[in-house]
């Protein structure tokens, strides 16, 4: 390896996915849906951050679920487990479904991702990498349970990093929820990340936004934005947009291809009582040129401090795009600076 791509290869390890503005892809290899242990090598940081996320819903009862894992390989630690909530919450444990983790031996990982399981439950199985993976979780004394199995609509979005990928899915299986069964059959877009740092500072910045969709099978989009300064969004004049481009990057499926967003404008909206977003306007545009205009609704919402520095608002939407509907996510990130001038203003 020439010193120039040492030195590139070392820069991608500084910044998150979310950080830098992508434009193009690369293909998935089944082990990309594994651990990526051979990072230790090369990245001794104790931020080096390796993470598998799902989730499912039951978008006719605003039921949304988000399921984790965060590997800090050099730390020998993980965290994560499963969350389950209905409606917009205020706090993560008003939900009917929330039991986490936050520090285990990575013994857990003895099998790598092939077959693990918290100690709070929740269980998964890779049961053919990119393609099929199976959810579980079992609480008997809350009456809270579920057993998913998530099918692959696409081959993943890979990041020119080679370190992120995002995927749609359709899920598939059954929910109990406080005692009541519920039947799931949804689809989603699940991501992994690795190899990179992810720093638990202070991020002097507005908040970002990861918004999917899956409208069919020959349309669905993921986009990772700023609200554009333009559309006089509540932070303009207080906070900086972090160099100076809104838009992070994205991606639109349409008839099989996969195609680069290269740029958005997107306001979101936000209850200054609790900063839950609540509605969204985004105009994306593709590497073709072409545009398209998604009006999005809250339906469900609940934060939680993956970190003790900043606040997530996971948010099941109700997208509309060229007469189209379908539910997906809408998850934004608050950092400190945010969050103490804007809740309750």
Not at 118 to 132: A, C, I, M, S, W
Not at 173 to 198: F, I, M, P
Not at 301 to 323: H, K, Q, S, Y
Request: charged share 25%.
């Amino acid at each position: 390896m020439t010193s120039e791509a040492i030195e590139t290869h070392q820069a991608t390890h500084e910044k998150a996915f979310w950080e830098e503005k992508n434009l193009s892809f690369k293909a998935a290899a089944p082990e990309d849906d594994l651990l990526h242990r051979q990072f230790k090598d090369s990245n001794r940081s104790p931020n080096l951050t390796e993470t598998q996320f799902f989730g499912f819903s039951v978008p006719e009862e605003n039921i949304h679920a988000l399921t984790y894992l965060w590997h800090h390989p050099n730390l020998g630690i993980v965290s994560g487990g499963a969350w389950v909530w209905q409606g917009v919450k205020q706090h993560v444990l008003q939900s009917e479904l929330f039991n986490w983790t936050t520090y285990a031996n990575e013994d857990v990982l003895v099998n790598d991702l092939w077959d693990y399981e918290f100690d709070n439950g929740y269980h998964v199985q890779t049961l053919e990498p990119l393609k099929r993976h199976r959810l579980r979780y079992t609480d008997e004394l809350r009456e809270n349970a579920f057993d998913i199995e998530t099918q692959a609509l696409m081959e993943p979005m890979l990041l020119e990093t080679g370190m992120h990928f995002e995927q749609a899915v359709r899920a598939r299986g059954e929910l109990r929820l406080r005692g009541k069964t519920y039947a799931v059959d949804c689809t989603h877009v699940r991501d992994r990340s690795w190899g990179q740092n992810r720093s638990e500072q202070h991020v002097p910045a507005p908040p970002i936004d990861w918004m999917t969709g899956v409208f069919n099978e020959d349309f669905m989009f993921g986009c990772t934005a700023y609200d554009h300064p333009d559309l006089e969004p509540d932070w303009k004049g207080h906070l900086q947009l972090p160099g100076g481009d809104p838009t992070k990057g994205g991606w639109v499926r349409r008839d099989g291809e996969l195609i680069p967003i290269v740029s958005t404008r997107k306001r979101v909206h936000n209850d200054y009582s609790t900063l839950a977003p609540t509605a969204a306007e985004v105009l994306m545009t593709d590497a073709t040129g072409r545009q398209y205009q998604l009006r999005g609704k809250v339906v469900a919402a609940n934060r939680f401090n993956v970190w003790p520095n900043m606040d997530t608002w996971i948010c099941l939407t109700r997208w509309e795009c060229e007469g189209q509907v379908c539910h997906g996510d809408l998850q934004q990130v608050q950092w400190h600076d945010y969050v103490r001038q804007f809740l309750g203003r």
